[in-house]
């Protein structure tokens, strides 16, 4: 129930196309939903995040939607560029301080 | 405003030693988490820490264990070292934690010979 499910493993998009991510939880009681970006050798940076009162939320190019009944949200990047070519970890965390990662998303964009 | 400070960066060990790692968060951050990635389990949480208490902890065995100072700079400490604790330990930093943004450091690499 602690579980984040994340999907695909790997994406490959042309430049300028759209990216898309899912990710899927069971617990109602996460309340939190980032998503973080991370490139080879460096940690893990905050992208975007959600709470479950909304059911979108942009931030230039990247836009989180979330269906709290189905118990889903997902990542679009819009415009795909090369220098989006990262691991994408999807999120989520409770009042008890606890974050659970999703196991990521290997996404590579063509030039 | 100085970010996450890992340290060590890299670390070789040998199985059955300790290792103390240390982690030192954004300036007024009291919150540290800790979270060892491998390719194979992705990033698992092992423990936050708040005003030097311990808030909540992962699924790892008691050979890793952590701690805080008044300073909420943080250390974790794994004993009796197995191989399968090669990973990329790394912190992240929150003024509260759980529900505000996490700053993460670029972790501490871990190896176990």
């Known amino acids: 129930q602690q579980q984040v499910k994340q999907s695909p493993q790997s994406l490959i998009v042309q430049k300028g196309g759209i990216s898309i991510i899912n990710c899927a939880y069971e617990?109602?009681?996460?309340?939190?939903f980032p998503w973080y970006q991370q490139f080879p050798g460096k940690g893990p940076a905050l992208l975007i995040a959600i709470r479950p009162d909304v059911s979108e939320k942009k931030e230039g190019r990247f836009t989180i939607s979330f269906n709290k009944s189905a118990k889903q949200f997902s990542l679009h990047i819009m415009d795909s560029q090369p220098g989006d070519s990262a691991t994408y970890f999807c999120a989520a965390s409770t009042g008890g301080f606890k974050t659970i990662f999703g196991a990521g998303t290997r996404l590579f964009v063509k030039a | 405003k100085a970010g996450v400070t890992q340290t060590p960066r890299y670390l070789i060990k040998t199985r059955g030693q300790q290792v103390t790692l240390s982690c030192s968060p954004i300036?007024?951050?009291?919150?540290v988490s800790w979270y060892q990635q491998t390719p194979g389990q992705g990033l698992q949480f092992l423990f936050e820490y708040f005003s030097e208490t311990q808030r909540n902890k992962g699924n790892f065995p008691g050979r890793f264990s952590g701690r805080q100072f008044s300073n909420s700079r943080s250390e974790m400490n794994v004993s009796t070292l197995e191989l399968g604790d090669s990973a990329l330990y790394l912190c992240?930093?929150?003024?509260?934690?759980?529900?505000?943004?996490?700053?993460f450091g670029q972790g501490t690499r871990l190896t176990v010979v």
């Open positions: 617990n109602t009681a996460f309340d939190y």
């Open positions: 300036s007024g951050h009291r919150s």
């Open positions: 992240a930093s929150s003024l509260d934690g759980g529900k505000g943004e996490a700053f």
